[in-house]
């Protein structure tokens, strides 16, 4: 079965927003940290964003100040505030969630979701 489900994808103009959301189904156990990871078209998947379950965040350089992450945990989701977009920001993002529920954490991935920022 399913465990993360992104969505809030897109296309949009160069300065534009979008919002990503990831939901976890209640069965992946206790979480842990949560994050944005992007892949763009010939490059590596690289750290986007992540925030632990303390609410502490870590942003990668190209992002700061544009990106905002959070968490509802009430609702098992991590959100990726994306503003200022810019063509650089084109790329697959995946959901990244570590969670246990058998005293073994594991990561879990999302499906990806398409950033395309173009005029």
């Known amino acids: 079965q399913v465990q993360l489900v992104e969505s809030g994808g897109g296309l949009v103009q160069p300065g534009g927003s979008l919002r990503l959301s990831c939901a976890a189904s209640?069965?992946?156990?206790?979480?842990?940290?949560m994050g944005w990871y992007r892949q763009a078209a010939g490059n590596t998947r690289n750290l986007v964003a992540r925030?632990?379950?303390?609410?502490?965040?870590n942003y990668a350089d190209s992002v700061k100040g544009r990106f905002t992450i959070s968490r509802d945990n009430a609702n098992n989701t991590v959100n990726l505030q994306m503003n200022s977009l810019n063509p650089e920001d084109t790329a697959v993002y995946y959901c990244?969630?570590?969670?246990?529920?058998?005293?073994?954490?594991?990561?879990?991935w999302g499906q990806g979701t398409q950033v395309t920022v173009s005029s």
């Open positions: 925030i632990t379950s303390g609410g502490s965040t």
């Open positions: 990244n969630v570590i969670a246990s529920r058998t005293g073994v954490r594991l990561s879990y």
């Open positions: 209640r069965t992946i156990g206790t979480i842990y940290n």
